[in-house]
């Protein structure tokens, strides 16, 4: 096995790194021998490897050498960095053999036909791939489970952890914590009491004295990303029940959320990690499309799972990572080319992913389409001045600041699809290229008329209208405002209509679905961030994008509500996109097809705003200017 974590160097280095495990078998010692030069080299490249090294005089050891934390990542990087100079002493070369068999056997053993040690309730028959992830899921015990949306990654999850009980012991996985997005708290409880039904599984939800008297009422508990942030704060000696609980397990869904490495949500979950960490439980995570914009956001994962291989984003990029200098900071532009196989290597028989292709070939094919409305003209000279005044600010040669622009072309692209009240408020910009300069915020009303709510009533009636609609249909926007009229002018129609928005308890939510999916409504009007991920929507057969998210992923999780396990009983998948001509809404949907695959990594070049923007002559809009639309 040590031939595979080698690289083939051209001539011997004039140093040698000899490596052994301490005692306790949780370090790797290092020890430089060669030319004081070469040593020194040597030395300087222990900082392009991910895990922190320290000197061995600070944890007790002679002084001299250097120490990183065991781990299967770690040998990888170091073995790699050192190519022919890496010298694995007995203890250390004895458990890189021994965890290289554990994690190849992972992988040799996907895809056999051997039941699990945990039975599944009767009636009740996982499919093969399910198996095989559970598999992995109790051999590692720390598993990124990547597996395309609408495969059931929550079913793999749940025979995972039972397995791994199956084989250890109940208290190795008791109790498990599940954070998750609000939108599937109730559809993960409803998961685990049908697949391990003698496990007691609660919401943890309510006010801050009902969710601290679930504590020790149950053996899983289902927590919203929300709430984990509030009940287990970073730096907080106080209220943090959710660590009061004392995790064995932790199960990260959609996984992509903590993609941020400074926000709170990450912070807290990465928290709840370490406590797994400290009592060497499983951890899980979870999401079909783990990666939303560069391969750095993996990196809050990849240290949930393991923080001491992993405890840095800025080493994570260094080692693994294309950059560009930006203004402010690198862009990563991609994996690099050459660390690729490594990277795979230093997670062999802990990742997996399948194809729905490949595993559900009896989904029915996505058939995609748009409809191009236009603007009726009143409401185009509302929205041509809006968007002339937007390009008129821009400045010449300057990075723009990404979420200011995002917040106007979102107030554009509302005007695309609605008329509206628009007030408009100017402020001083307190930094970035604006600084000292008075900018306009938007604030945008929806009102009828919609071009595009009257586009989906034609899409509806020509499925069969209130009375003989075929199968139900699912309308997505990012805006709230948006699905709310069109909810409100199908229901004037006649259609029975249920909402799944922001601000929703999950009492409503979970209700609205189960109406949905049992056939008692004819239209679910869902904004992509409250029910783009997670639920099951597999009653439609139409899906209709009133706007599309800004983001590619997003947009394909949110088809994939429609299109999973389930949708087997239609023909085909309808994905119908309403795009209003000659607007920022046509423009970005073009842009992200050719050029990215988020909005984000495009609006701050002012070249590229100015082309979403239409490139007219500047027309600005009068200063303190209320207009009705």
Not at 204 to 228: C, F, K, M, N, P
Not at 476 to 482: D, E, W
Not at 518 to 525: E, N, R, V
Request: hydrophobic fraction near 45%; glycine fraction near 8%; proline fraction near 7%.
């Amino acid at each position: 096995m040590t031939t595979a974590l080698s690289v083939s160097q051209v001539a011997v280095p004039p140093y040698a790194v000899y490596a052994d495990l301490t005692a306790d078998g949780t370090r790797v010692v290092l020890l430089g021998v060669g030319a004081p030069a070469a040593v020194a080299y040597a030395a300087r490249l222990l900082g392009t490897v991910t895990p922190l090294c320290k000197p061995t005089g600070e944890i007790g050891l002679p002084a001299g050498g250097m120490t990183v934390p065991v781990s299967w990542p770690a040998v990888v990087q170091l073995a790699a960095t050192f190519g022919s100079a890496w010298r694995p002493q007995p203890r250390l070369a004895q458990w890189i053999t021994a965890e290289a068999g554990r994690r190849t056997a992972v992988e040799h053993q996907l895809g056999e036909q051997t039941p699990l040690a945990y039975r599944a309730p009767d009636g009740l028959t996982p499919r093969p791939y399910q198996v095989d992830g559970a598999r992995l899921i109790a051999a590692t015990g720390a598993a990124l489970i990547t597996d395309e949306p609408g495969t059931g990654k929550t079913i793999t999850t749940i025979l995972g952890l039972a397995e791994h009980g199956a084989q250890h012991g109940e208290r190795s996985v008791v109790p498990v914590l599940v954070v998750c997005p609000a939108s599937v708290v109730d559809s993960w409880v409803s998961a685990w009491r049908t697949w391990a039904p003698t496990v007691r599984t609660v919401a943890w939800r309510g006010t801050q004295g009902e969710r601290r008297r679930l504590i020790g009422t149950a053996d899983v508990y289902v927590v919203s990303y929300d709430t984990a942030r509030r009940d287990a704060p970073v730096g907080s000696t106080g209220h943090r029940p959710l660590l009061e609980l004392r995790p064995v397990a932790l199960v990260i869904d959609e996984c992509h959320m903590i993609k941020s490495p400074t926000a709170k949500r990450t912070l807290a979950v990465q928290r709840l990690a370490r406590a797994v960490h400290k009592v060497n439980g499983p951890i899980v995570a979870l999401s079909g499309t783990p990666i939303t914009h560069n391969p750095s956001d993996l990196w809050p994962t990849l240290n949930a799972l393991d923080d001491a291989a992993w405890p840095s984003r800025e080493r994570w990029v260094g080692r693994y990572c294309l950059t560009v200098a930006g203004d402010y900071d690198e862009d990563v532009l991609g994996l690099l080319p050459e660390r690729e196989a490594e990277f795979r290597l230093a997670i062999l028989g802990q990742h997996r992913r399948v194809a729905k292709a490949d595993v559900l070939d009896q989904l029915p094919p996505k058939v995609y389409s748009v409809r191009t409305v236009e603007l009726p003209a009143a409401y185009r000279k509302a929205y041509d001045q809006m968007e002339c005044d937007m390009l008129a600010q821009l400045p010449d040669g300057d990075e723009l600041p990404a979420q200011g622009v995002l917040m106007q072309l979102t107030c554009l692209n509302m005007l695309a699809a609605a008329a509206a009240d628009v007030e408009v408020e100017w402020r001083v910009a307190e930094r970035g290229p604006w600084e000292g300069q008075e900018r306009p915020h938007y604030h945008v009303k929806l009102k009828a008329p919609s071009w595009k709510v009257d586009e989906l009533l034609a899409v509806l009636e020509e499925r069969g209208g209130p009375r003989e609609l075929a199968a139900p249909v699912i309308a997505f926007a990012p805006s709230k405002q948006l699905v709310e009229l069109a909810g409100a002018a199908a229901t004037k129609a006649g259609y029975r209509v249920g909402y799944v928005v922001g601000g929703q308890n999950a009492k409503d939510r979970t209700a609205t679905v189960e109406a949905f999916q049992a056939g008692h409504l004819d239209l679910i009007c869902v904004t992509t961030s409250a029910g783009g991920v997670g639920i099951t929507l597999t009653a439609a057969r139409t899906v209709v994008f009133l706007q599309r998210p800004w983001s590619i992923v997003d947009a394909l999780q949110a088809e994939d509500r429609a299109h999973r396990i389930g949708s087997e009983i239609h023909e085909s998948i309808e994905v119908i996109d309403i795009v209003a001509a000659d607007t920022v809404d046509a423009r970005v949907r073009d842009a992200l097809r050719d050029k990215a695959q988020q909005l984000s990594d495009l609006v701050q070049d002012p070249r590229i705003v100015a082309e979403l923007l239409g490139g007219e002559d500047p027309k600005p809009l009068p200063r303190k200017q209320k207009e009705a639309a």
